[in-house]
């Protein structure tokens, strides 16, 4: 079991920066890949960005590269999140899955459908 607890969201305007925290607890190791993920009102969750712990490898999703920035130190995970905008405004989740990925090029998914352990999510909302 890996527990997941988010924290960092509020209430911000456009052009401005909120940093999201996600402290991961439970059975993980750095074989587990790690990812933000959030649901806009009445839309789909959707991928935001993933990281591969043992090398470092982040993948990100169009709509935030450039923007957002995925870190992980030690059991914290962060989503820096600069230059937001109202379609950003979203519940955001991170995740960590039980699959145990080795190799020298291992990128981690950015489909929620593959991760199998979430938080409870922390609202994000960007006025214009």
Known sequence: QVQLAESGGGSV????????????????????????????LGQAREGVASIYPLSGKTIYVDSVKGRFTISRDRNTLYLQMNSLNADD?????????????????VSCPTLPQLYNYWGQGTQVTVSS
Do not use: I, K
């Open 13 to 40: 305007q456009a052009g401005g920066s909120l940093r999201l925290a996600c402290t991961v607890s439970g059975n993980f190791n750095s074989e587990n890949c790690l990812g933000w993920f959030r649901q806009a």
């Open 89 to 105: 405004s979203a519940l955001y989740y991170c995740a960590a899955d039980s699959t145990m990925r080795v190799g020298r090029h």
